[in-house]
């Protein structure tokens, strides 16, 4: 086999291909990442919107200017959604409440 990453949930058995960009813990799975709850589902919905509106990676648009800016708040907004939907399924997942 070759390198895979596993899903971010403790004791998930299921993985996915690190030649794909899949990063061990740093992705859920398919059926863990269904079990985000409807806010946080509609928070990566108008993420994905604004992404498609504002095409390009930063480093695409000059410095300082609109695009850039907006995609540099873009990636911070997607690693800060990406740490609270992790955090909230390893939650669900384990039946953390509390
Ligand atoms: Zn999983």
């Known amino acids: 086999m070759t390198d ?6 403790p004791f998930c058995r299921r993985t996915a291909s690190v030649d794909e960009g899949f990063r061990d813990g740093e992705f859920l799975c398919g059926p863990h990442w269904r ?5 946080t589902k509609a928070a990566w919905r108008d993420h994905a919107r604004l992404e498609r ?13 609109a695009g850039r800016l907006v995609r540099v708040a873009l ?5 800060a ?13 384990m039946g953390v409440s509390a």
Request: charged letters at 30%; hydrophobic letters at 40%.
């Open 4 to 9: 895979r990453a596993r899903c971010a949930v």
């Open 35 to 39: 079990l985000r709850s409807p806010a």
């Open 53 to 65: 509106r504002n095409p390009g990676h930063a480093m695409e648009h000059p410095a300082g200017s």
């Open 75 to 79: 990636a911070k907004e997607e690693r």
């Open 81 to 93: 959604l990406w740490e609270a939907t992790r955090a909230e399924v390893v939650e669900v997942a």
